[in-house]
């Protein structure tokens, strides 16, 4: 707290001119009107009590993310599950299974579909409790809340009330939405980072009202009371209308006192604030809506193959019903001996009709096995088995902070295969909010020596396209040794001095590397004074507060971006160390002077203008130990550059050529100028900078941008700085890779659009060379009438001319990329111009949608959504993501951050993005595959099994007779066939994971669906057609009318039964093992020992008392095991069943392949290992052709350098020929 007390003595905003400048209080300014609906909040500060009976009786700040609770479980859960037709077609059954028209016992009915049902809610159950862990970690996080007698003490969050006193400490979250009171600041300053909300990088400057600046002191609070009137809880993230009543006055509020929950609280030590709205009435809450509940395409497709299906039950049990009355009206009267009619009068020759209705019901209950009524507890055991896999993969756990991937539901697992758009955000996701110098040009000389990421990877690839070129091809140039190109942005020895750099201890924001430079050889460079300026522009120009690591020694800084961080970081590295600040004055210690000594050099601070996006640019103006006044300004190069004198642009056009390289190779980059002022010059521009910073009324603004352009022009152009800014470790790696799967990538952020173009190029969806698309909002100003719709109109000729321009490029190789800020993408959502927009979206290689709000990032996704009708996937850390996250097909969290909303509101949870190439490329690919093949193969067997009942129920005239004893059908689809499509689902693999990532391509069988189209939909439907038509009639041919036992025998209906079951049995499982492209001992245990089981339950079956009742005793051991008949002809259905489905593969394999076919025969035959070329020639044709990410980057700069040797070859060769 000491430190916090040291800060404090800064009045902080006094260092600002726009945005922190509290102007005088006129004598018009006066309390907001916020009488009427909307704004009926009063809170009594520092009195909760008052809060706890009506009519201000407000939510808790208790939050909950969760679908059920004990009370809606029960109610909710059974809804879900019968909700979906097969299993409300079984409820039916299972409750006529009680009645006289059922060809089956009740138990047979109803305990399949009890263990159904209740697996699938024990599964829903166990996902939601997940989910209330998570919001119980944010309820239970402690806040230090006043109790009573100025003292404070921790409480839950969840416990806060409408009313508490909170201090809030450094780098803390917000419990809730508060009122600032006070700061360690004397002046209530505070700063605000908002990431989790806006994703805004840059802190916010908050103040509090001059009439709580007292209440700085725990004890301040003893008698504290006060009344705040406001408007009530709502969504909106940037207004606020309220007032504050306290000692006899009201003073107005406004956004800028307003501290938001999920945002956090930086470099100030603490901060005093009254609780306004809690848990679900903040409006990071109130941006947020109930977890949808989502389904995967592969489910809404299953349901359509059920209600086929259904259909088809329907349509055989009316043929099996008329054949039924037929039989009835005619045929019956003549068989006397079965006494008809029955007691029931289920058989009535007098009423043909009504017998045949009955037999209608038992018809559809008697086929429902067409209807697999465990598919639906299969999928959800194979998902949950899926989703610990993916929970428990090691290369998708984040060892920094320990946290691993976490598949939140598992109902979408197979989705994570079909995605064909990913919308990013960008702020905590794709970067780190860590800026790295890399390189300057300082008096038109380029300095550092290490590589960035992009130079090193192309690099890299050319010299491997280099070994891949014979020595006859290569022209002589390109031999020689050290692989110069005679540019310095790709030569290969800079790999060894970064590599060199890496060996010493890292500091974190400086990855310079320039011997020139570092250990103050700068002196001996040909332009020492402009260095010096550089260093100085540096380690001044800025709003930084540096703090003492006693640890180490040096100073380390809070900015209020990364940027600033960095450059503090680099000028202290190259000896310009900035060690102090007070009110009015900058220390820095600069440790190579002319004297050889370390000096602590003091630079008065006379003003200020800081950095906004509009400006971009931010000056300083300062008094040096000799009395001389500079103006030190950093910016946008085209900013800076239209402000030069005359005299200041002799290093303008060399400078310009190194921004360029700069930006080429991903960095960040800025300007730096200055200018000498003369005294009398500053003191007139000062008074009219007072004048417009103590000016009252709106356009103030106004006025300070116009002083500022006064003074900020005439400059001399110095040098540019370039950073990288630090991504995500492995983010271009995974874009890249994603890209090559086909995957397309739209980065939505809430940061300002030169900030989003950079990170653009940092991880490669921007390049060089690709043609931006700027959809911008024009001026307004000049419009007398209606200006939405000139601006309307306006913003659809861009896209109009865009889309053009797009169709009539020629160039294969050229490639668009669409950037469009918030305010433009509002016109652009609306219904009238919402599929234009999307047209030229898609027509785009990328596409960066910047100043976005949380709505408008849910708006945008809804379109790509609903308007391209393919899958979609949102990722994003912070509460501002969740309404994309939530719209979305598949909603992501990156969890490895401390805001959480993000991670609740996802279906999958992963600690960095770079797992997110794991997650797709490898377990969606996987799930996909599995749950297709899976749920084709169910439909295959139910309809095999389920019509050769249709048959013999025909076969024995309608009489509604099932051929196979109740405890056959039970243990059909709960055991007998269950396992194994089980270790179908959880297990197969077509390739492995290596040679998914090596082989990305193969993700888009998932996006084209190969797997669970109609066509191979159908085809396995044909199969069990095929496989219930060999089934019967090969058994009713040889067991009908011949003996089947030596003894002379003939089979009863429980023995073909018997057999038929039999060869079911063995035809559907050889069909899963000839389907399954990967086994483990697992998988051959559910297959085989399920067919052993159908034995061994045969032979415990027949010593049972039961089986007399059936006429099965000994059925195995007595009847059907002695007859070698009916071994062959196991062995024969067993074989015709199968050999059409062998044959096809055999065919497929031979003449036209799938990608993972060829793959399965490299390595079965280890022509990877062999031959190593055409491994590598097989993986360059498995990556999807793509114009972003790093391999199209570098082929980009592979072909501008080729043209660029080629050339310069062909001269070389031109000249001796000429000589």
Known sequence: MARGRIRARIRRSQLYTFGCFRPQTSKE???????????????????????????????????????????????????????????????????????????????????????????????????????????????????????????????????????????????????????????????????????????????????????????????????????????????????????????????????????????KLRNTAYIYGVVIFTGHDSKVMKNSTRSPSKRSRIEKQMDRIIYILFSFLVFIS?????????????????????????????????????????????????????????????????????????????????????????????????????????????????????????KCSIAGTAYGMCASDVELAAAKQIAMDMDGHSQASTPHSWRKGGCSFGEPKIELEYVSSKNEMDRRHPIKGFSFEDCRLMNGNWCKEPNPDAILLFFRILSICHTAIPEHNEETGTFTYEAESPDEGAFLVAARELGFEFCRRTQSSIFVRERYSPSGEPVEREYKVLNLLDFTSKRKRMSVIIRDEDGQIFVFCKGADSIIFDRLAKNGRMYEEVTSKHLNEYGEVGLRTLALAYKKLEEDKYAAWNEEFIRAKTAIGGDREAMLDRVADMMEKDFILVGATAVEDKLQNGVPQCIDKLAQAGLKIWVLTGDKMET????????????????????????????????????????????????????????????????????????????????????????????????????????????????????????????????????????????????????????????????????????????????????????????????????????????????????????????????????????????????????????????????????????????????????????????????????????????????????????????????????????????????????????????????????AFRILTEVLGPAPIYWSTTLLVTVACNMPYLAHISFQRLVNPLDHHVIQEIKYYKKHIQDHKMWKSERTKARHTTKIGFTARVDATIRQLKGRLNKKYSLNNAVPQQT
């Open 318 to 438: 009316i043929i099996s019903s008329i054949g039924f009355i037929v039989k009835t009206k005619y045929d019956l009267p003549k068989k006397w001996y079965l006494q008809v009619p029955d007691s029931e009068e289920l058989y009535d020759p007098g009423n043909p009709l009504r017998s045949g209705f009955y037999h209608l019901i038992t018809a559809l209950i008697l086929y429902g096995y067409l209807i697999p009524i465990s598919l639906y507890v299969s999928i959800e055991v194979v998902k949950v088995l899926q989703a610990l896999f993916i929970n428990r993969d090691f290369e998708m756990f984040d060892e920094e902070t320990g946290t691993p991937a976490q598949a939140r539901t598992s109902n979408l697992n197979e989705e994570l295969g079909q995605v064909d758009t990913i919308l990013s955000d960008k702020t905590g996701t794709l970067t780190c909010n860590q800026m790295d110098f890399l």
């Open 756 to 1111: 989003a173009i950079n990170i653009g190029f940092s991880c490669s969806l921007l390049r060089q060379g690709m043609k931006q698309i700027c959809i911008t909002t024009m001026n307004t100003d000049a419009l007398v009438q209606d200006p939405k719709q000139a601006v309307k109109e306006n913003i659809l000729m861009q896209i109009t001319n865009a889309t053009q321009m797009i169709k009539l490029e020629k160039d294969p190789h050229a490639a668009f990329a669409l950037i469009i800020d918030g305010k433009t993408l509002t016109h652009a959502l609306e219904d009238d111009m919402k599929n234009v927009f999307l047209n030229l979206a898609i027509c785009c290689a990328s596409v960066i949608c910047c100043r976005v709000s949380p709505r408008q990032k849910a708006l945008v996704t809804r379109l790509v959504k609903e308007g391209t009708g393919k899958t979609t996937l949102a990722i994003g850390d912070g509460a501002n993501d969740v309404g994309m996250i939530q719209e979305a097909d598949i909603g992501v969290g990156i969890s490895g951050c401390e805001g959480m909303q993000a991670v609740m509101a996802s279906d999958f949870a992963i600690a960095q993005f770079r797992f997110l190439e794991k997650l797709l490329v490898v377990h969606g690919h996987w799930c996909y595959k599995r749950i297709a093949q899976m749920i084709c193969y169910f439909f295959y067997k139910n309809i095999a099994f389920g019509l050769t009942i249709f048959y013999f129920e025909a076969f024995a005239g309608f009489s509604g007779q099932s051929v196979y004893v109740d405890w056959y059908m039970i243990l059909f689809n709960v055991v007998l066939t269950s396992l194994p499509v089980i270790s179908l689902g959880v297990f197969d693999q077509d390739v492995d994971s290596e040679v998914c990532l090596q082989f990305p391509a193969l993700y888009q069988q998932g996006p084209k669906n190969l797997f669970f189209d109609w066509y191979r939909i159908f085809g396995w439907m044909a199969n069990g057609l095929y496989t219930s038509l060999i089934v019967f009639f090969l058994n009713i041919i040889i067991f009908y009318d011949q003996a089947f036992r030596a003894s002379g025998q003939t089979a009863d209906m429980t023995a073909l039964g018997t057999a038929m079951f039999t060869g079911i049995i063995w035809a559907v499982n050889c069909q899963i093992a000839l389907t399954m492209s990967h086994f483990t001992w697992i998988q051959h245990l559910f297959v085989w020992g399920s067919v052993a089981f159908w034995y061994i339950f045969l032979f415990i079956y027949g010593e049972l008392n039961y089986a007399l009742d059936v006429n």
């Open 29 to 263: 300014d006066g309390p907001h009107d916020i009488h009427g609906p909307g704004y009926s909040r009063v809170v009594h500060c520092n009195e909760p009590r008052m809060h706890e009976h009506k009519p201000i009786k407000y939510c808790s700040n208790y939050i909950s993310t969760t679908k059920y609770n004990v009370v809606t479980f029960l109610p909710k859960a059974i809804f879900e599950q019968f909700r979906r037709v097969a299993n409300l077609y079984f409820l039916l059954a299972a409750v006529l299974s009680l009645t006289p028209i059922s060809p089956f016992s009740a138990l047979s009915m109803i305990a399949p579909l009890a263990f159904v049902v209740g697996l699938s809610m024990a599964k829903e159950a166990l996902e939601d409790w997940r989910r209330f862990i998570q919001d119980m970690k944010v309820n239970l996080r402690k806040a230090s809340v006043h109790k009573k007698d100025g003292l404070f003490g921790l409480k839950p969050w969840m416990k806060l009330r409408v009313g508490d006193i909170v201090k809030v400490e450094k780098d803390k979250f917000f419990p809730a939405d508060l009122l600032l009171l006070s700061s360690s600041y004397e002046d209530g300053i505070c700063y605000v980072e908002t990431m989790n909300l806006d994703g805004e990088t840059n802190l916010k400057v908050k103040r509090s009202l001059e009439v709580t600046l007292p209440l700085d002191d725990d004890q301040t609070f003893n008698e504290f009371k006060a009344t705040i009137k406001c408007e009530d809880p709502n969504p909106s993230l940037y207004t606020f209308v309220g007032n504050f009543e306290y000692d006899r006055q009201i003073y107005p509020l406004d956004p800028s006192q307003i501290l938001l929950r999920d945002s």
